[in-house]
């Protein structure tokens, strides 16, 4: 499975005072317009506020530093103009400062390669009922009347088949290449015992070997290492289990639909 894309990093600086939030670079953007213009409605359209939300701003600005940042002057358009104080001036010196800072910082960590862990952290957050989820990239798209049949290369060279409508597969951008995320439900998954007179018309048929048993009041937790890296979870019933004499190490295959499979990406 080729690597995927390196994330650009980037980032941005907020200023906040206890659990206040000033805001960020508009704001400073804001007051340096204003500095600029000596005009409140110059300033906002310049940064792409609205005259209120400027005001707005400037008055929560003003209320958080405990010091004016903006006055009001007498005389001008409007009923008054408007001008920075010195202790604004400061703080545009300052957070420019701190832009430069930050700015150098993240070409400092893009030079350090990390922008791939970062991509990792990112599919980390996923967060998901289902109990399976795993990593692939589109193979091939097989369209049809309604359903359309994606086929995923994941880990161990396995490939795994998912069927869903063609408007999600236009809604997901989905073609060869396309990094998904696969996410299958434990008890969607079926565990079958190798051997002679196994005929099943489930797509996916996933070999592997029995990591752990987890027993339960009623079901018990299968897991799967797969042949060539990953594991999938199963849950079936203690009779089950029992039946297919299923032990550690044991031989077995993670069966299931392509129906099954819920994809997922990452945007």
Known sequence: MAPSPDLELDGSIWLRSGDQTWGGAQRIALLAQIGATGSITAAARAVGMSYKGAWDAIDTMNNLAGVPLVERAAGGKGGGGTRLTAQAHALIARFNRLQEEHQRFMQHLAS???????????RFMLKTSARNRLLGRVEDVRPGAV??????AIAG??????????????ELGLRPGREVIALIKAS???????????????????????????GGAVNDEVVIDLDGGGTLAAVITGDSAR??????DSPVQA?????????????
């Open 112 to 122: 350090q390669g990390l922008a791939g862990d970062l991509d990792l952290m990112r």
């Open 243 to 248: 039946e297919l004499a299923l032990a550690e």
């Open 255 to 267: 069966i299931f639909s392509a129906s099954s499979v819920i994809l997922g990406v990452m945007d």
């Open 157 to 170: 060279g396995h490939v795994l088949r998912a069927t869903i409508t063609r408007d999600s597969t236009a």
């Open 188 to 214: 969607a998954v079926l565990v079958g015992v190798p051997g002679p007179g196994l005929r099943l018309s489930a797509d996916n048929r996933l070999p592997g070997r029995v990591a752990q048993l987890r």
């Open 147 to 152: 359903n359309d049949e994606i086929r995923i």
